[in-house]
C-alpha cells in the first residue's frame, strides 16, 4: 500500500524560483494537509483541504497556495520562493468526519532548500 | 484556538531507565490525542491514540500514554527504553467542535536520544 505519496523528495531553488510539491493518497481520506517542520517549532500547518473542492489557510500560509485537484491530490505551490521557505514539507491526509478524526497519515517529506 | 506543549525538548536516558515525556494541552471542549515519532530521516507515524474509553491507553512498541482531563495533559511513558527508541516525539490535539474543520495541533517535539 503506497499510502500517501510526495514528490520530489529534495529539491534545491533560487530565491524567485516558483515550484509545486505534489501529494497524492490512496486510502480515500476526505481531508489533506501541508505542513512545515522546522528545528524548534515542530509542525505547523500551512493549508489544509476538509474535502474535495475545499481549502483553507493554516498557521503559515503566506507565500504558499494549494489547489485540491481531486480527492486523491493536494498540491502545494510556492510562487517565488524565498530562503525563509526553506524546510522540510509534509503532506498528511485523515478520514476527517466523525468523532475519530485527527489521526494523520504522513507521506515522507519533501525536503526544499532556497538559496 | 488550542495550543500544545511538550515542556521536554531533548532528553537523555540510559537504556533500560523508564521514560515520561510530558503534554498538555489548551482546550476546553472534547478532544481526539496522539502522539507520533518521528525517527531520524524519517516521516511521522503514530504511537497511540486516544478518541475516548478508557484514558490509558496502549501504543506500539510498549508505549503508553494517560489522559488526564483535569490537568489537561497526554503524557508519554515507557517503562525500559531501548537505544532504537531514540527519536522525536511529537504531542497533537484534535479538538471537536460543532460542525466545520477540527484542526490538528501539534507541540515542538521532544528528542529523545537513548544511550547504549
Known amino acids: 500500500n503506497a499510502g500517501v505519496t510526495q514528490t520530489p523528495k529534495f529539491q534545491v531553488l533560487k530565491t524567485g524560483q516558483s515550484m509545486t510539491l505534489q501529494c497524492a493518497q490512496d486510502?480515500?481520506?476526505?481531508?489533506m494537509y501541508w505542513y512545515r517542520q522546522d528545528p524548534g517549532m515542530g509542525l505547523r500547518l500551512i493549508y489544509y483541504?476538509?474535502?474535495?473542492?475545499?481549502?483553507d489557510k493554516g498557521e503559515v500560509p503566506n507565500g504558499y497556495n494549494v489547489s485540491r485537484l481531486n480527492k486523491r491530490e493536494f498540491s502545494l505551490r510556492l510562487e517565488s520562493a524565498a530562503p525563509s521557505q526553506t524546510s522540510v514539507y509534509f503532506c498528511?491526509?485523515?478520514?476527517?468526519?466523525?468523532?475519530?478524526?485527527?489521526?494523520?497519515?504522513f507521506g515522507e517529506g519533501s525536503r526544499l532548500t532556497v538559496l | 484556538a488550542q495550543s500544545v506543549s511538550q515542556h521536554n525538548h531533548h532528553v537523555i536516558l540510559s537504556e533500560a531507565a523508564s521514560l515520561e515525556l510530558g503534554c498538555n494541552y489548551s482546550?476546553?471542549?472534547?478532544?481526539?490525542l496522539f502522539w507520533y515519532v518521528q525517527y531520524p530521516g524519517q516521516h511521522l507515524q503514530l504511537l497511540l491514540k486516544?478518541?475516548?474509553?478508557?484514558?490509558l491507553v496502549k501504543g506500539i512498541k510498549g508505549f503508553e500514554a494517560e489522559f488526564i482531563k483535569s490537568k489537561f495533559s497526554f503524557n508519554l511513558r515507557k517503562p525500559s527504553v531501548q537505544w532504537s527508541d531514540t527519536a522525536e516525539y511529537f504531542c497533537?490535539?484534535?479538538?471537536?467542535?460543532?460542525?466545520?474543520?477540527?484542526?490538528?495541533?501539534f507541540g515542538t517535539g521532544t528528542k529523545l536520544q537513548v544511550i547504549p
Open positions: 483541504s476538509a474535502s474535495e473542492g475545499t481549502t
Open positions: 486510502m480515500n481520506h476526505n481531508s
Open positions: 497533537a490535539v484534535n479538538a471537536l467542535g460543532s460542525g466545520g474543520y477540527q484542526k490538528v495541533t
Open positions: 482546550y476546553g471542549g472534547t478532544v481526539n
Open positions: 486516544y478518541f475516548s474509553g478508557d484514558p
Open positions: 498528511a491526509s485523515s478520514h476527517g468526519t466523525g468523532g475519530r478524526t485527527g489521526e494523520l497519515f
